[in-house]
């Protein structure tokens, strides 16, 4: 069953290319059939156990928002400005963005910041003629960058699981990972030719200086700023936040509440939570759990920390990498480091926490499942969209332990 769950897994992703259907519509039903009939569960642990509740949440909770701000004319108006005062430049402005919330994500406001800042540097992508794929995963990969430091929810588990194995200096691990995101974006920006961008060829659109923000569009931008210092400062659940604030916008009537709920992506939803059902039924099926357990029996001295990153990565493509992966891999780490002299600890754990938030970018994640939910419908095909974000956490996950082979990350510690 493990054999044929992966198998299944593969096929339905390539039977999505082909197909060009929902791959999450696709999963689901995959999922259904072959879990009740062949794994053995249930209805309720196939669906309830599988659906991703939190995400699913925090997606409608923050396309609420921006639903709110895209039909009162707010994003627009916000990019019609962005454009102006760069004077249709672009070639940077994805890296401005990722710096914007790599900034707000290592002060503190986590790896959910990507919810307010990629929808407004996707709607200026659109705008100006950038690419938004590129766009996305280098606002993602610098997003991230930040979302380990000791002050993120990240960061602060990794340093505090990893000093209880006896790694007191976090700042190795957190170097590692930062340096490997942001030299990823820069590899993404040229694989992808922005360096050839000049200015945009929408420029004529934006000569002339925007209308100034009207009443309901500068209340929707108070809102949008209050959200971003009350993630920063308080650190409160970002969907939560969120769906109170759009509430009090369609309260005071700053948008039309019918376009707003239909402009929430309902096929986008499908895609990811279609597949988070999916992939519950794979790893019941031990799928999941028979590639790491082959990873695990060829570690030595000479691969520890490469075997560590793609582990930690395999983990984390499918399971929480704070909940599930971190506390399952730095004791596991650590067990191995105290019975075996000759394996190096930091070494181990700066592989997880690269192999573990590198592939956050993938569409199996949180995140790259909430970078598609910010994606503006009819901008880029959902399916293509899921197919180019696995490939990059997967040329991620290869170059990450590329480099752990050759010894390019000792050089963090």
Same mark, same amino acid.
């Given at each position: 069953?493990?054999?044929? !769950? ?17 791959? /999450? ?22 669906? #309830? ?37 760069? *004077?249709?430049?672009? *070639?940077? %402005? ?19 910041? %990507? ?12 705008? !100006? ?14 997003? +991230? ?9 990240? /960061? ?16 190795? +691990? ?44 500068? @209340? ?20 939560? #936040? ?5 509430? %009090? ?21 499908? @895609?990811?939570?279609? +597949? ?19 990873? !695990? ?13 793609? %582990? ?98 000792? @050089?963090?510690?």
């Amino acid at each position: 069953m493990a054999v044929i !769950s992966l198998l299944l897994f593969v096929a339905v992703i390539v039977l999505g290319i082909i197909t060009k259907k929902n791959i /999450g519509i696709i999963g689901l039903a995959v999922a259904s059939v072959f879990g009740f009939f062949f794994v053995g569960m249930s209805a309720k642990e196939i669906y #309830v156990a599988g659906w991703p509740t939190y995400v699913f949440f925090v997606i409608i909770a923050s396309t609420l928002l921006f639903g709110v701000a895209n039909v009162n004319g707010t994003t627009e108006a916000i990019t019609k400005n962005v454009m102006y005062y760069c *004077r249709g430049k672009v *070639r940077g %402005l994805p890296f401005v963005f990722g710096a914007v919330g790599g900034v707000l994500s290592a002060a503190g406001g986590s790896c959910f910041v %990507l919810l307010i800042v990629m929808p407004i540097a996707l709607s200026v992508a659109i705008a !100006s003629g950038l690419d938004v794929l590129m766009t996305a995963l280098i606002v993602m990969c610098l997003i +991230m960058a930040g979302s380990l430091s000791p002050l993120a929810v990240n /960061g602060i588990v990794a340093k505090a699981l990893s000093a209880e194995q006896g790694a007191i200096n976090y700042t190795p +691990m957190w170097a590692a990972y930062a340096v490997s995101m942001i030299l990823f974006s820069v590899l993404i920006w040229i694989v992808f030719k922005g360096w050839k961008l000049g200015k945009s060829e929408n420029t004529v659109a934006f000569l002339e200086k925007p209308a100034p923000f009207n009443k309901m569009q500068k @209340l929707t931008l108070a809102v949008i700023a209050v959200v971003i210092i009350i993630l920063v400062t308080f650190k409160y659940d970002v969907g939560l #936040v969120c769906v109170v604030f759009a509430a %009090l916008l369609l309260i005071f009537n700053a948008a039309d509440q019918k376009k707003v709920i239909l402009s929430i992506p309902w096929n986008t939803l499908f @895609l990811i939570c279609g +597949m988070g059902v999916f992939i519950n039924v794979v790893v019941a099926a031990g799928g999941f759990q028979l590639l790491q357990d082959a990873m !695990s029996n060829i570690l030595n001295e000479k691969n520890a920390q490469p075997v560590m990153t793609v %582990l930690s990565g395999l983990m984390g493509a499918v399971s929480s990498s704070t909940g599930v992966v971190m506390p399952t891999m730095f004791p596991l780490a650590g067990e191995l480091a105290a019975g075996n002299s000759s394996l190096d600890l930091y070494a181990m754990c700066v592989g997880i926490v690269v192999g573990t938030h590198g592939v956050v970018i993938s569409p199996l994640s949180s995140i790259g499942a909430m970078c598609i939910g910010c994606t503006p419908e009819g901008s880029v095909n959902p399916n293509r969209m899921f197919n180019v974000l696995l490939i990059a956490a997967i040329v991620f996950t290869v170059l990450a332990t590329a480099a752990s082979a050759l010894g390019i990350y000792g @050089l963090f510690y």
